[in-house]
């Protein structure tokens, strides 16, 4: 399995602003992906992380509210935009290795609390 | 739409017991199955999976059951220990979906010494 780091592990903000998550692998992956884990509740899909082209959003997320980038096969960034507290959550990127199974690796996660 | 159910939010059992947590299905195309541990301030660890073509896999203390006509699936724990304590999430993917995983809500496990 890979080795996966995340920046910042937290942050408290304040609404309005934008907070950008850095996701850094050990390792070149195929697939990178964003979650978020609001409390309480389960992981939902953000978006998968295309190497080289535009992220693919899942129903209910967007762009211009959480771009995506992935410049190269190590490493991801994901921003939140115009954040407001509903935006609170833990964000987790992870990784998964195509042609394989569909096993995906997870990130430690970033805590992030809007207020 | 919930397509991953676990519908029991925590279980208490006692050390060197079994722990067996429980997964309900809707989509009939998933065919790839996992369990994650997650403990607090921590992402989910990958414990272990299953395909749909096989009905049990077992490493380990971990035993994971598939019953494809239920679709029902379940995480034994032999012996449990109190290491165990975390939440442990099911999730399952189709080979249409890219890879993509649908999350249950997970089950809070508590190992009692």
């Known amino acids: 399995s890979a080795v996966i780091s995340q920046k910042p592990s937290r942050d408290i903000c304040q609404r309005g602003t934008s907070l950008t998550i850095q996701c850094q692998v050990d390792s070149q992956v195929t697939m990178m992906f964003w979650y978020r884990q609001q409390p309480g509740q389960s992981l939902t899909l953000i978006a998968t992380a295309n190497q080289g082209s535009e992220a693919t959003y899942e129903s209910g997320f967007v762009i211009d509210k959480f771009p995506i980038s992935r410049p190269n096969l190590t490493f991801s960034t994901l921003t939140v935009s115009n954040m407001s507290p509903e935006d609170s959550s833990i964000y987790l990127c992870s990784v998964g290795v195509a042609g394989g199974p569909d096993t995906q690796y997870f990130g430690p996660g970033t805590r992030l609390t809007v207020l | 739409d919930q397509q991953v159910k676990q519908n029991s939010p925590s279980l208490s059992v006692q050390e060197g017991r079994i722990s067996i947590l429980n997964c309900d299905y809707t989509?009939?195309?998933?065919?790839?199955f996992l369990w994650y541990k997650k403990y607090p301030a921590e992402g989910p660890t990958f414990l272990i999976s299953?395909?749909?073509?096989?009905d049990k896999n077992e490493d380990g203390r971990f035993t994971v059951f598939l019953n494809k006509s239920a679709k029902h699936l379940s995480l034994h724990i032999v012996p449990s220990q109190p290491g165990d304590s975390a939440v442990y999430f099911c999730?399952?993917?189709?080979?249409?979906?890219?890879?993509?995983?649908?999350f249950g809500e997970g089950t809070q496990l508590t190992v009692n010494p």
């Open positions: 999730a399952a993917s189709a080979a249409t979906s890219g890879s993509r995983l649908t």
């Open positions: 989509n009939s195309m998933f065919d790839y």
């Open positions: 299953i395909s749909s073509i096989k």
